[in-house]
């Protein structure tokens, strides 16, 4: 880690128009900053962002949604702490800060946690690289390549995953499938509301069906799936005996997840 990392933190005012990001940084979609925007303006910089000396200027290593906040706010100085650092302490720190407050978007953290499994590759093999990195963020080494699966997805599944609309441990799986199939088979999940245990089984259903006959349609391969899968069932607790009545005999209709929400809401409405 930093070579100051036991000297005690000298926080300084700095000019907001001498520093940028560094590269390094590993959040690469901040998202919306109104919040923090409105938390900042409301109550002050709670804590101050590290910055380190480069050859281009001072770069934010650590608190760049702050850092950027604070500059749509109109300040022209933010509290820091400047640290000499190389650039792989500096990855170190910024994988390890966005890790731990476990805001940052799934396929930044995995493409981190790549660069920096690759840099330590360098010098040492890459299941030991791989097990340094978890080890060091406090995750198995089985999480880590987790994360790694999801950089091999299409580009429509990472969209997917970055709006929460897929599970990370589903989009995971969806990795061991052709391209042209995982996005159909994200997208099936994602409307029928399947839970994580039972995507991952149309996952490797769809993936043992596509072995045997390559040019069946991934959509209709889930689509049977499902209908076949006999622990495919929709559980629904019922806030009062109204709504109990209104369901009963769901399962015997086969109600799908949606016409059982859409009840559900027109019933609670009164529409």
């Given at each position: 880690?930093?070579?100051e990392e ?21 959040r ?15 109550m002050?910089?709670l ?14 290593v ?12 109109g300040?022209?100085t ?17 994988l390890?800060?966005?890790?731990q407050t ?8 995995a ?7 690759e840099?330590?590759?360098?010098e040492?093999?890459?299941t030991?690289a ?5 080890k060091?963020?406090?995750k198995s080494?089985a999480?880590?390549?987790d ?13 997917m ?22 996005e159909?088979?994200a ?10 245990a ?7 259903k ?9 040019a ?9 799936v499902?209908e ?16 109990k ?15 059982v ?11």
């Amino acid at each position: 880690m930093s070579r100051e990392e036991n000297s005690p933190a000298k926080i300084e005012s700095l000019p907001l128009s001498e520093l940028t990001v560094s590269p390094l940084n590993v959040r690469k979609h901040v998202g919306n900053l109104t919040d923090l925007q409105n938390s900042i303006g409301s109550m002050g910089l709670l804590q101050p962002i590290i910055v380190r000396p480069s050859k281009v200027g001072l770069e934010v290593v650590v608190g760049q949604r702050r850092f950027l906040a604070c500059k749509a706010l109109g300040w022209t100085t933010i509290p820091a702490v400047k640290r000499d650092m190389t650039d792989r302490e500096a990855l170190i720190l910024s994988l390890t800060e966005n890790v731990q407050t476990d805001s940052i978007d799934p396929i930044d953290r995995a493409d981190g946690a790549k660069q920096l499994i690759e840099d330590l590759g360098k010098e040492m093999p890459r299941t030991q690289a791989v097990e340094w990195v978890a080890k060091h963020l406090g995750k198995s080494s089985a999480t880590l390549y987790d994360w790694l699966r999801l950089l091999e997805t299409t580009e429509g599944v990472k969209a997917m995953i970055r709006e929460k609309r897929i599970d990370t441990s589903v989009g995971a799986r969806l990795a061991s499938l052709p391209e042209k199939a995982q996005e159909q088979v994200a997208e099936i999940i994602h409307e029928e509301y399947l839970p994580r245990a039972s995507a991952v089984k149309v996952i490797e259903k769809v993936r043992e069906r596509l072995r045997e006959e390559p040019a069946l349609k991934p959509r209709e391969i889930v689509k049977e799936v499902i209908e076949e899968a006999e622990e495919y069932s929709v559980t629904v607790s019922f806030p009062g005996p109204q709504y109990k009545a209104l369901f009963e005999g769901a399962q015997e209709k086969k109600l799908t997840i949606q016409e059982v929400i859409r009840r559900a809401v027109k019933k609670y409405l009164n529409l």
